[in-house]
């Protein structure tokens, strides 16, 4: 009161390329187009916040990955068995099935054994971790998630 507030944001964009070089490489330099398109990695994110859906999704489409939705751990073992996501981001309170019920039946989904998952969860309670992890979890985040972080353990997970 009376001394104003502070805000940061962060917004999930990409900055267009801007270049003075001429678009056309010079005939000898045009490089060789063999080289496979890499397919962006398949995020599956459960989760039934409407806000946290669109904030994780738009940020990580910026990011170059393709996002599936699932609302409640049904849809998402659902969705998981028949796109087969890279990695899963699992919200632990959910309607109609919970992420770590979610979680353990992917684990006992032999296809889907080995799809690292990410549990997300609002209760920062001590223990909270352990249960995630022993539900089959590889990590855990707290939320509010931070953004970065998030695409940082993404990034350790995807990597050989
Ligand atoms: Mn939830």
């Known amino acids: 009161m009376g001394e104003g507030s502070c805000f940061e944001i962060g917004l999930p964009c ?3 390329v801007t270049s003075s070089e001429p ?8 490089e060789p187009d063999s080289t496979p398109t890499k397919v962006s990695p398949l ?6 916040n409407k806000a946290n859906i669109i904030t994780v999704s738009s940020y990580l489409k910026a990011k170059g990955y393709r996002l599936l939705v699932a609302k409640n751990g049904l849809e ?7 796109e087969r996501p890279d990695v899963i981001l699992m919200d632990i309170q959910m309607p ?24 997300l969860t ?6 909270d971790r ?3 992890l022993a539900a089959g979890a ?14 940082t353990v993404i990034q350790q997970l995807l990597a050989p």
């Open 14 to 16: 990409i900055p267009s």
């Open 96 to 119: 109609r099935m919970d992420g770590l019920e979610a979680i353990q039946q992917i684990r006992r989904t032999p296809r889907l054994a080995d799809i690292p998952i990410i549990a």
């Open 43 to 48: 995020i599956l994110l459960a989760e039934d």
């Open 122 to 127: 609002a209760l920062a309670m001590p223990g």
């Open 23 to 30: 678009e056309n490489p010079k005939l000898g330099e045009i």
């Open 138 to 151: 590889d990590d855990y985040l707290s939320k509010p998630v931070k953004l970065q972080q998030l695409v």
């Open 130 to 132: 352990d249960r995630c």
């Open 76 to 82: 998402a073992i659902a969705l998981a068995r028949n």
